[in-house]
């Protein structure tokens, strides 16, 4: 066994360290928090409200009456992939639905209420920092709920996880609340329509405030594109590492209540503090540029989408080529990975696209500096530390044939260089 192996066996089987155990969560529960409101407070140029006020209590409750009606007031029968507890979480599957009314919704209410747009940006400070009280009450609530008994409760206790850990990390991964699940509520109906809802906010803001700004239009159409994909795919997300691996806990529950709102909305919050000017050609160049980014990503997904399907399919017009992952010694469930198409010229092209989008949609406001780059530069850093969570996940479940998949397609991200 070489050395490397040797090490991540070990890590497996040892206490955690002190970084792992105390450091890592104190320094997103403490210092994320920090550095987010003093990026929001910095840049802003039209509010100097700090504080929790009336309106933002009340854009909290909408936002959680909203997302929470989409999924308690219809049957919730879709079903998501058994997880390794045994349980079959059970989901709503009127994403898309759900994106189509929220859209509605907010653009009447800021062409009917030309105030809304202006109360709501010049409190997003206030907003933000009552999603965040809000959302450590929440996973405080959703630690003591599930700390007596959960899933892996042993482990964790052999292993000696601290309490600090353990309320970062999360302990179930799908507890429910008034009869909805907690992650599709968090992270779909509140964190990702959030993002929609305020960045067509502010673009009104902008508007009112200052005519049409090309910046700003063309960055909310690509985030706008981006977003209703998501809502299109919103079932296929409950396959995904967020759904399937992590635990409803700080890091993810926190996350998609407080820094997805916070942080994802950040470049049409820094244009609408801050106009950018861009001529109209560059505006065009840029929107066809970022639509190119969001169709290759979709294209990357689909084929595995596809692939996962039909094993059989076609794709750039071959017969799909995959690993045949036998699990003949192991027992196990047979299954494959795709070698064809994108996933052979490296294991995650669709973060390539994904990050080039975020350039794309970042750099109208390149006359302004960097600062509205800030959600470029952690979305690189969110998809690096995701592939190597996802491939400690795939070296789990596909074992040697992960690491034959690797040896053919070394590339992760970038063919040829990362
Ligand atoms: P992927 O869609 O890349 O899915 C990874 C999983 O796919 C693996 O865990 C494995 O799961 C399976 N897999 C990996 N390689 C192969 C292969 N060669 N053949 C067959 N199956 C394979 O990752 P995500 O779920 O993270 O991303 C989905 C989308 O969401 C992407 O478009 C991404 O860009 C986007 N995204 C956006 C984020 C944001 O914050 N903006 C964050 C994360 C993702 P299995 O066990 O099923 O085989």
């Known amino acids: 066994m070489d050395k490397k192996k040797e090490k991540k066996m070990d890590d497996k089987t040892s206490p955690p360290t002190m970084y792992k155990n105390i450091g890592a ?22 509010s100097q409200n700090i504080f929790p006020n009336w309106t933002s209590i009340v854009v ?9 009606g989409s999924l308690r007031l219809f049957p919730q029968n ?4 058994k997880n390794v507890d045994g349980s079959i979480p059970k989901y709503q599957g009127n994403g898309f639905r759900f994106w189509i009314a929220s859209m509605i919704v907010v653009v009447l209410v800021c062409l009917k ?6 109360m709501v940006t010049t409190n997003f400070i206030p907003i933000m920092m009552t999603f965040n009280i809000f959302g450590l009450l929440f996973v405080g ?4 709920a599930g700390r007596k008994e959960y899933w892996g409760k042993e482990e964790d206790d052999k292993k000696g996880y601290s309490t600090l850990f353990r309320f970062y990390r999360g302990l179930e991964f799908h507890p429910r609340i008034g009869g909805v699940d907690i992650k599709q509520l968090t992270n779909c109906r509140f964190g990702m329509i959030f993002w929609q809802v305020i960045i067509i906010i502010f673009a ?3 508007y009112y405030s200052g005519g049409v700004n090309i910046a700003m239009w063309v960055t909310v159409v690509l985030q706008t594109i981006y977003i209703a994909k998501f809502f299109w795919w919103e079932t296929g997300y409950f396959n995904t590492l967020d759904i399937t691996l992590d635990r409803a806990g700080y890091y993810i529950c926190w996350g998609c209540l407080v820094f997805l709102p916070a942080f994802y909305t950040f470049t049409c919050y820094y244009l ?7 001529s109209g050609f560059m505006g065009v160049v840029i929107l066809l540029l970022g639509c190119w980014f969001i169709w290759m990503n979709y294209k990357v997904d689909k084929e595995k989408e596809d692939f996962k399907a039909n094993p059989d399919c076609k794709i750039w017009g071959k017969k799909a080529a995959f690993l045949n992952c036998d699990f003949k010694e192991e027992g196990k469930k047979p299954s494959k990975l795709l070698v064809s198409g994108w996933w052979g010229k490296s294991r995650h092209m669709n973060y390539t696209y994904e990050i080039g989008l975020s350039g794309c949609w970042s750099a109208v406001g390149a006359p302004l500096g960097i600062a509205p780059f800030a959600y470029l530069g952690y979305i690189i850093a969110l998809l690096v530390h995701r592939i190597y ?3 400690d996940k795939c070296r789990v479940k596909y074992g040697k044939y992960w690491d034959e998949y690797c040896k053919r397609v070394p590339a992760r991200l970038i063919p040829g260089i990362f």
């Open 25 to 46: 969560p104190l320094l997103f529960i403490i210092i994320v928090p920090i550095i987010l409101f003093y990026i929001l407070k910095k840049s802003t140029t039209v």
């Open 60 to 68: 909290l409750l909408v936002f959680l009456l909203w997302g929470y």
């Open 78 to 81: 879709f079903e998501g992939p």
């Open 113 to 118: 209420w030309k105030k809304v747009p202006e």
């Open 141 to 144: 609530y959703l630690y003591f």
């Open 204 to 206: 009104f803001f902008s």
């Open 272 to 278: 609408a503090n801050n106009p950018s000017i861009i």
């Open 389 to 391: 969570r996802d491939e």
